[in-house]
């Protein structure tokens, strides 16, 4: 195998140089060359060399190795994500079907075609069976998530189409009740549950199913509406995608693999760290930084992470905490977990950066996604990873398709199969 070693910056840590790093030259070409387009689709010529691989790249998690091509978004060390080639800054207004047809389309809705895509998501809308009196069926003390991708699986086993794109577009359109149902069953509130009114948007639906009397409707539909953009899609390695494009490679039904996607979103290490980072600010209690700060070291001696910092592929803040500070500094700038979250971007990088192993010290998406649920009245923590998955369904969708449907001239990419080098096992025979 050929030696990285020699050509990683000087400036790197010998605890980093065991790590794949962005500072390595030919990852920082390919990731430039991709950025300005230079890679991906019709101009990538077959014999180019993208990456070595050397024995350090093993037993990394696959950190940064390419193995695929995406068209929905790509994530960028300095600037994060972009959908469809669009800096998700400039999407976060944007109304979530909208962004699903962008996703699904590659290409901004005009008037026209944004009617177009509510119209087909609202005919698709229609649950397929009796979902309530199986979510009835669970254990009320069992984690939201794991409701989630029973939902999921539950949908699939009630109707798929074995088309790749109407089960995708299908399951997108059936997630707000799904998500409605989920929170009104296992709070046990079973009774009177509003029917589902198709004609309104997605969010809206949610809202309808939940009943909740004394909420800021528009609020939370504003506070839920970003959460879905910003949350809907994150490249093609992160890993509750690459788990689900994974199992879809077997021909598994978009729904069995959206349900694995869901398992995988279901760890602190990845969704749960919304729930982790809320749980973590109302424990803190105050937006003291003196406090805060202590908070935080005594959680970094007791060896857990700071949840809502760090990132596989970031090395700056993400454009998608930033986009939510923005919102709540309009909205509840004297919200008091909003204010303690606000102490945690300032005090937590500054306390990370002193490990130089911590890759990157400043605040991701989920910094800030709960203190804003909380605000709009969605109080329970628990909950809150689900409604990255609800999110996440549809880049997770858009990509299945365009990895079965789209890719190798429509054949579809052919069955995940990485290798493993063995270890520790020399060849032996039963005496
Ligand atoms: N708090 C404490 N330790 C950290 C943190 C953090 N926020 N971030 C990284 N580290 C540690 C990490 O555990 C690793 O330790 P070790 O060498 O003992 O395994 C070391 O620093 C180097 O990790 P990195 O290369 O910086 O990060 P990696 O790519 O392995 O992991 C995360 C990325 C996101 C898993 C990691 O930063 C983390 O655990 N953050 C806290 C949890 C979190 O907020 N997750 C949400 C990520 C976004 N999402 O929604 O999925
Ligand atoms: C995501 O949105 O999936 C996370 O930021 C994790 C990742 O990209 O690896």
Not at 57 to 86: A, D, K, M, Q, W
Not at 205 to 234: P, W
Not at 298 to 306: C, G, H, K, Q, S
Not at 376 to 384: E, N, R
Request: glycine share 8%; with cysteine; net charge neutral.
């Amino acid at each position: 195998m050929a030696c990285m070693e020699s050509k990683l910056d000087s400036k790197t840590s010998p605890k980093r140089r065991n790590r794949p790093e962005y500072t390595d030259y030919r990852r920082a070409a390919f990731i430039r060359k991709m950025y300005v387009g230079e890679i991906g689709g019709d101009s990538m010529t077959k014999n180019e060399v993208l990456f070595e691989v050397t024995e350090n790249h093993l037993n990394t998690g696959l950190r940064g190795i390419p193995v695929g091509t995406c068209r929905t978004s790509f994530v960028t060390p300095s600037e994060g994500v972009h959908y469809c080639g669009y800096p998700i800054s400039e999407l976060a207004a944007f109304e979530p079907e909208d962004i699903v047809y962008l996703l699904f389309n590659k290409e901004l809705p005009n008037a026209e075609q944004s009617a177009a895509i509510r119209q087909d998501l609202a005919s698709r809308a229609a649950v397929p069976g009796d979902l309530e009196s199986v979510l009835k069926t669970l254990p009320k003390f069992g984690h939201p998530m794991d409701w989630l991708s029973v939902g999921i699986h539950t949908l699939g086993m009630m109707e798929t189409t074995n088309n790749w794109k109407d089960d995708a577009l299908n399951l997108i359109a059936r997630m707000p009740r799904l998500m409605g149902l989920i929170f009104r069953i296992r709070e046990g509130r079973e009774e009177n549950i509003p029917s589902d009114d198709t004609s309104l948007s997605m969010v809206e639906r949610f809202i309808r199913c939940l009943d909740l009397h004394d909420a800021n409707t528009e609020k939370m539909k504003r506070i839920i509406s970003t959460y879905l953009v910003l949350h809907m899609d994150h490249g093609g390695g992160n890993l509750s995608t690459f788990a689900g494009k994974a199992i879809a490679s077997s021909k598994a039904t978009v729904y069995s693999a959206m349900a694995g996607a869901m398992n995988a979103l279901s760890g602190p290490l990845h969704g749960r760290a919304n729930q982790s980072c809320l749980e973590f600010v109302l424990k803190v209690g105050t937006s003291d930084p003196a406090e805060v700060e202590a908070f935080v070291r005594a959680e970094l001696a007791a060896n857990r992470p700071i949840f809502g910092f760090g990132h596989a592929v970031l090395r700056s803040e993400d454009p998608r905490a930033t986009v939510q500070f923005e919102l709540g500094s309009q909205i509840c700038p004297e919200d008091e977990n909003f204010k303690i979250i606000t102490t945690l971007r300032e005090v937590a990088p500054r306390v990370l950066s002193e490990n130089p192993k911590i890759s990157n010290p400043n605040a991701n998406v989920d910094i800030a996604s709960g203190a804003l649920l909380h605000h709009a009245g969605l109080t329970d923590p628990t909950y809150y990873t689900t409604f990255f998955g609800w999110a996440r369904v549809a880049g997770i969708g858009a990509q299945i398709v365009d990895e079965r449907t789209v890719f190798r001239g429509g054949k579809g990419l052919p069955i995940y199969r990485p290798k493993y080098i063995a270890e520790g096992q020399n060849l032996r025979h039963v005496e």
